[in-house]
T-cell receptor
Framework: GENVEQHPSTLSVQEGDSAVIKCTYS??????FPWYKQELGKGPQLIID?????GEKKDQRIAVTLNKTAKHFSLHITETQPEDSAVYFC???????????FGSGTKLNVKP | SAVISQKPSRDICQRGTSLTIQCQVD?????MFWYRQQPGQSLTLIAT?????????ESGFVIDKFPISRPNLTFSTLTVSNMSPEDSSIYLC????????????FGPGTRLTVL
């Protein structure tokens, strides 16, 4: 089955700096890669996703890049703000199959 | 997007008892999912619940321990049976709202502590 590894497990940045979280996956057939943000006491919130026919996707301060050859994808947050502090999870799945394989999570702390 | 609610939001239970968690969506969805998130850990899929059919369980999860109901397109329940402290986790439901494969949206979760 699919194995998703996520790094780093914790990330501390200064407000205004950029943050990058990286994930690798093992199954080359995976073709959908969502990112979730989980704040304390809440359920995960879908913040951005990418499909394997696209190399990069942006939404305001958030971007995701995908390298299918290397089987890794990354979340980029620019101009970080304290409200970006949360745990971020990456996931991989095969299109038309709803089973998600989640990474282990990254706790992002944005210091004001 | 849709509004997904779960009840209860949290509970503290005694070992050996059972707890039923409810998940309600404000729109009709075909696929609903139940996840477990152990303290400080990632999310693990327990089962997929489609209306009108038996739930499909992932490896390591069995129907006797986690019975699931899906009586209609907006509601599902997960029961955690004969609980032990190892069942202490956050239980999350998610839904595929737009009928597009892969896009899952999560409820707020039920935080369960078993003493």
């Amino acid at each position: 089955g699919e194995n998703v590894e996520q790094h780093p497990s914790t990330l501390s940045v200064q407000e205004g700096d950029s943050a990058v979280i990286k994930c690798t996956y093992s199954d080359s057939a995976s073709n959908y890669f969502p990112w979730y943000k989980q704040e304390l006491g809440k359920g995960p919130q879908l913040i951005i996703d990418i499909r394997s026919n696209v190399g990069e996707k942006k939404d305001q301060r958030i971007a995701v890049t995908l390298n299918k050859t290397a089987k890794h994808f990354s979340l980029h947050i620019t101009e970080t703000q304290p409200e970006d502090s949360a745990v971020y999870f990456c996931a991989a799945s095969l299109y038309n199959f709803n089973k998600f394989y989640f990474g282990s999570g990254t706790k992002l702390n944005v210091k004001p | 997007s849709a509004v997904i609610s779960q009840k209860p939001s949290r509970d503290i239970c005694q070992r050996g008892t059972s707890l039923t968690i409810q998940c309600q969506v404000d729109s009709q969805v075909t696929m609903m999912f139940w996840y477990r998130q152990q303290p400080g850990q990632s999310l693990t899929l327990i089962a997929t619940a489609n209306q009108g059919s038996e739930a499909t369980y992932e490896s390591g999860f069995v129907i006797d321990k986690f019975p699931i109901s899906r009586p209609n397109l907006t509601f599902s329940t997960l029961t955690v049976s004969n609980m032990s402290p190892e069942d202490s986790s956050i239980y999350l439901c998610s839904v595929d709202i737009r009928g597009k494969y892969n896009e899952q949206f999560f409820g707020p979760g039920t935080r369960l502590t078993v003493l």
